[in-house]
């Protein structure tokens, strides 16, 4: 049990902001009022706000940043660079272990309370271990989010896997990591949800959608992908002779139940076919702008009844993990591509958008009932002085500006900017001896 008191000002949601206090009871979820009896917490010259969700990660490439020949080339020159450095570290269950614990510390840090990890580079299919592997894969990543106390949702996903591999690995991960009990993918405590997700039409043929499709049917999981990156749109023009929505309607990847991620070259028509079909989106233009994919229309694409979450894609294209960062480029961007996104809508975009992508009601938002995901940001320092509006000045100001506390489930996993659940120079440590690096 928590309560947090004297905050300067508490986003409840894109909406609704009020001052105060704010309470957290026994079962990690926000109160109506506060809490008698519990742990009081001093917020006094700070703004309260949801957990951030980053509804678009790849966590692997936390890892692999900056690598020489990944800055300024083109996509066909860039996978193969990062796939040359895969190999040489060797996927396996202890790269994504390290991998893992340096992106979702680093999310966790910059008040990120809910990682969507699109994990899409695997080991060889051969052998008779070979699923097993890939769950092994699967719980190290679940291990980590678990110890540092971060929500998880680790993606099954899929860059010209096998189809039928692809398919018995999900099926496999769910089954594992899913053991005791769930709600459409998501255990009963909210902690760890699973997904399954294409990289995308440049990437996998429809008996890959089709066949992870299927899996998502028998778990109740979401889908998840990418598309109309400026590479997506000519691999699939020159390959298919259409562009990459057209083939996702026509695959059955139009759908309620999914979230596609980029949408940088998308027609008027095609914003609203998606809206018809009730598809959610994902910005991510911490990787979209250095990669030269372009810009997402978000504001057309909010604009058509798109719920539009943000993401930070991975290290491999973006570097860093910083989620308000990106949400500040995306709001100063905007107005390149269409009308200047408010800081508030770009604020519930990192917050309650990414958590509605992942089916989640009680995520992203300070509401009565919601899970007790918050983050406390001082804004009574140097950078913030002379901000007439302090949320709109988490953005506008101080930019790499980190959280005070960051709570999940009521349960403190930041405090007085550090981790509680683990000690940063030793995750460093973990990762520099396994990459070699």
Known sequence: MLNLAGAHRILIDARTEREGALGIGADGR????????????????????????????????????????????????????????????VIDA??????????????????????????????????????????????????AAGELGARMVFVRGSARDDPRAAADS??????RLLTNGHDGGITSDGRLQVAVGPAGVHSDGEETFQRLADVARRHGLRRRTQANEQVDTEVALARYGRRPLELLDEWGWLAADV??????????????????????ATHAPGCDVPMGWGIAPVARLIEAGIAVGLGTSGGGSNDAGHLLADARLAMQISGLVGPQLPARTVLGMATEGGATGLGRADLGHLRPGARGDVCVWDVSG?????????????????PGRRPR???????????????????????????????GR
Not at 71 to 85: E, T
Not at 100 to 106: C, D, R
Not at 385 to 391: I, S, Y
């Open 30 to 89: 926000v109160a109506d009022g506060e809490v008698p009896g519990a742990e009081t917490l001093d917020v006094s010259g700070c703004v309260v706000t949801p957990g951030l969700v980053n509804a678009h990660h790849h966590l692997l490439q936390s890892g692999f940043r900056t690598l020489p020949g990944t800055r300024g080339v083109p996509m066909r020159d860039w996978l193969p660079a990062m796939a040359a450095a895969y190999g040489a570290a």
């Open 94 to 143: 202890s790269l994504l272990r390290a991998t893992a614990g340096i992106g979702l510390a680093e999310s966790l840090l910059s008040g990120v309370t809910t990682v969507a990890d699109h994990h899409l580079n695997w080991p060889a299919p051969e052998g008779d271990d070979a699923v097993e592997r890939t769950v092994a894969m699967a719980e190290a990543v679940a291990e």
């Open 170 to 175: 999900a099926d496999a991960i769910a089954e």
């Open 259 to 280: 979230t596609i991620a980029h949408l940088c070259d998308v027609t008027d028509a095609e914003i609203a076919l998606l809206a018809a079909r009730g598809v959610t």
């Open 382 to 398: 140097v950078a913030d002085a002379g901000v007439a509006d302090p949320v709109a000045g988490l953005l506008w100001a101080a």
């Open 405 to 435: 506390h960051v709570i999940v489930g009521g349960r403190v996993v930041v405090r007085d900017h550090r981790l509680v659940g683990a000690e940063e120079g030793e995750l460093v440590r973990a990762l520099h001896e396994r990459v």
